[in-house]
């Protein structure tokens, strides 16, 4: 290492992971090599592609002591550890920015085909970034082997990356040349974490979005299918979008439904009939006076009698015994229904007199009337 520093080799020369040889040796616990290194000029707060400062990735304390020692005899504070820290992101931001000021694409591939987000992505630069994709740079654009930036930030642990990239359309799935994902890539446990919470929300997204269409496509099968079945929309029809509303406003205000309510008249007109009224002027309208959809029923055949008989005036006699039993009718007496509501009365016939009638002795009896009839 002497030769080489004699000879003019560069003490803070980088490898592909941005290591310096201060890295190396202070991660390796070489104190004397970290001194000899120091004495030559080596880079205190030299970041490597993880972020990490030398004395970030030394464990051993003596090691550890020494580098420390001279950073504070330096009058290096943790301000300036920290911007130090963030440099080469504020540097690469910087020159972004100038590129999309003089108009130049931002996409430019290197020879490996890698792109500036690939390298924001590897190197954790957040701010680079975000300021690449809001520049309509893609998020799926592959270098020589296919690798998306997605996996870059999966390689090198940058989970915030991750998810930065997922949200401008990054694909969580994608595979390189050789077949291999950003969880086959991964080796941090936290990262995976992350990438299996990414990889869990977008099937649930994928999901729902399935049911939706196929929800949807349900539904018009379903509307194709009922359409050849929906009648006319007029009054007449009973089964009409108003004869609907109709219908379901009379099930609100009652409680029953129009079969039911229809069932009750029917059932109240027999209940009537059997009580000797005359319910032939209760028939309703759309039924057009008739009760001809109602033949199987007893109050029909009374009342199909009673229309076919023709009405006779009251007798004298008549509206005599009438007027002296007025009020004192019993169950003795037997009546029957006439038109228009009045009534035919007679007397039971007691077993003595249905013996006389079946002798031919029946004969009916009248009462003698002080009127004169012209």
Not at 62 to 76: F, K, N
Not at 135 to 141: A, D, F, G, N, T
Not at 165 to 182: F, R, V
Request: glycine share 6%.
């Amino acid at each position: 290492m002497l030769l080489l520093l004699d000879r003019g080799a560069n003490v803070n020369a980088q490898d592909t992971e941005q290591w310096t040889p201060l890295h190396a040796a202070a991660c390796c616990a070489h104190i004397n090599i970290v001194k000899i290194l120091i004495q030559a000029g080596a880079n205190l707060l030299a970041v490597n592609a993880e972020g990490n400062m030398p004395y970030d990735i030394c464990d051993h304390e003596e090691t550890l002591d020494v580098i420390e020692s001279e950073m504070a005899a330096r009058g290096i504070t943790q301000s300036y550890i920290d911007e130090m820290r963030g440099a080469p992101e504020k540097a690469m931001l910087d020159d972004m920015k100038m590129l999309h000021q003089q108009g130049r694409e931002l996409d430019v591939r290197a020879p490996d085909g890698s792109t500036y987000l690939h390298v924001a992505s590897a190197n954790g630069y957040y701010d680079v970034a975000a300021f690449l994709l809001t520049c309509s740079v893609s998020p799926l654009i592959r270098d020589n082997d296919f690798w998306q930036p997605v996996h870059a930030a999966a390689c090198w642990a940058q989970p915030d990356l991750i998810e930065l990239l997922c949200q401008y359309g990054g694909d969580i799935h994608a595979k390189t040349k050789n077949g291999e994902t950003p969880m086959d890539l991964c080796e941090d446990l936290s990262t995976k974490q992350v990438i299996t919470a990414l990889v869990q929300t977008e099937a649930r997204r994928r999901r729902l979005a399935f049911g939706v269409r196929d929800s949807r496509r349900q539904s018009k099968k379903r509307k194709k299918f009922e359409s050849p079945q929906q009648g006319a929309t007029t009054g007449d029809n009973p089964f009409s979008a108003r004869g609907a509303i109709r219908r379901q406003s009379l099930r609100d205000r009652s409680g029953l439904t129009p079969a039911r309510i229809e069932a009750q008249k029917e059932g109240a007109d027999i209940l009537r009939t059997w009580s000797k009224e005359d319910v032939s002027a209760d028939v309703h309208a759309s039924q057009g006076g008739s009760l001809q959809h109602q033949r199987e029923s007893p109050s029909k055949r009374v009342l199909k009698s009673s229309q076919n008989k023709q009405a006779k005036p009251m007798s004298p006699d008549e509206w005599l015994r009438k007027l002296e039993t007025n009020g004192t009718a019993d169950d003795d007496l037997d009546t029957t229904p006439k038109r228009g509501g009045s009534t035919r009365r007679r007397q039971k016939k007691v077993p003595g007199d249905m013996s006389d009638s079946r002798n031919g002795d029946g004969r009916r009896q009248k009462s003698t009337c002080c009127c004169v009839i012209c």
